[in-house]
C-alpha cells in the first residue's frame, strides 16, 4: 500500500524559504520509472505542478517557478524534499506530494496548508 | 508549456444525468491524458489515465475519449458521490492542469 505525508511550517513569512518533506511508504525511489512529484493549489483555484524527482536523480521544474525550487531525494529515509525560495503570499496553497510510476500521479498524500504572511 | 482549457467551469446537473467535460490541449498530446476528480479538503484521486483507462476501483459510469487535442470525461448516470470538481491534466510534456470543472447540484 504506498502512501505519502507532507510536512513542514503552516506558516512561514514573505521572503523567507520554505521547505517541505514528503515522507513515503510502500514504493521505492530506487525502482526504474518511479518518481515523486509536488502540486499546490491555492485556496479556491486549480491544481498547479511545481516540482518532480525521478528514480535516477533525473528533476522536472515548473518553467514559471524553476528559479525559486530545488526538488531532492534521500531514497533511504524513502524521503523527497521542496524549497522554495523568495515565499510571497500569493504562495499561500495546500502542497500535495504525488506518487508516479511511469504513468500519471496514481496516489496523493493528505496535503499541508503553508500560509505566507507579509 | 502546455495549456489545458476546460469546459464548461461549472455544470449543474441533477442525479441520473449524463455529464460530459473537455478538455481541450495547445498543442496534441497524444493520449497522454488524465482525469481526476477533487472532494473539498480533499486530494485529487485519479480516475482515468491515457484518456480512456480506468484506473482500477472506480466505477464503470466514468469513461474518457479522445487523442490529440480535444477529450472528453463522461459520467454516465451522475450519482451523489460524484458531485466534485474535475481536472484533467496532461503529461506527454511536464505536467499541466486544467482549471477544473465545478459539478453541482441542480
Known amino acids: 500500500q504506498i502512501t505519502l505525508k507532507e510536512s513542514g511550517p503552516t506558516l512561514v513569512k514573505s521572503t523567507q524559504t520554505l521547505t517541505l518533506t514528503c515522507t513515503f511508504s510502500?514504493?521505492?525511489?530506487?525502482?526504474?520509472?518511479?518518481?515523486v512529484g509536488w502540486v499546490r493549489q491555492p485556496p479556491g483555484k486549480a491544481l498547479e505542478w511545481l516540482a518532480f524527482?525521478?528514480?535516477?536523480?533525473?528533476?522536472r521544474y515548473s518553467p514559471s517557478l524553476k528559479s525559486r525550487l530545488t526538488i531532492t531525494k534521500d531514497t533511504p529515509r524513502n524521503q523527497v524534499v521542496l524549497t522554495m525560495t523568495n515565499m510571497d503570499p500569493v504562495d499561500t496553497a495546500t502542497y500535495y506530494c504525488?506518487?508516479?510510476?511511469?504513468?500519471?500521479?496514481?496516489?496523493w498524500g493528505q496535503g499541508t496548508l503553508v500560509t505566507v504572511s507579509s | 508549456d502546455i495549456q489545458m482549457t476546460q469546459s464548461p467551469s461549472t455544470l449543474s446537473a441533477s442525479i441520473g444525468d449524463r455529464v460530459t467535460i473537455t478538455c481541450r490541449a495547445s498543442?496534441?498530446?497524444?493520449?497522454?491524458l488524465a482525469w481526476y476528480q477533487q472532494k473539498p479538503g480533499k486530494a485529487p484521486k485519479l480516475l482515468i489515465y491515457?484518456?480512456?483507462a480506468l484506473e482500477s476501483g472506480v466505477p464503470s459510469r466514468f469513461s474518457g475519449s479522445g487523442s490529440g487535442t480535444v477529450f472528453t470525461l463522461t459520467i454516465s448516470s451522475l450519482q451523489p458521490d460524484d458531485f466534485a470538481t474535475y481536472y484533467c491534466?496532461?503529461?506527454?510534456?511536464?505536467?499541466?492542469f486544467g482549471q477544473g470543472t465545478e459539478v453541482e447540484i441542480k
Open positions: 504525488t506518487h508516479l510510476d511511469d504513468g500519471p500521479y496514481d496516489h
Open positions: 510502500g514504493f521505492s525511489l530506487s525502482t526504474s520509472g518511479v518518481g
Open positions: 524527482i525521478y528514480w535516477n536523480d533525473a528533476k
Open positions: 498543442q496534441s498530446i497524444s493520449s497522454w
Open positions: 491515457k484518456a480512456s
Open positions: 491534466q496532461q503529461y506527454y510534456s511536464l505536467w499541466t
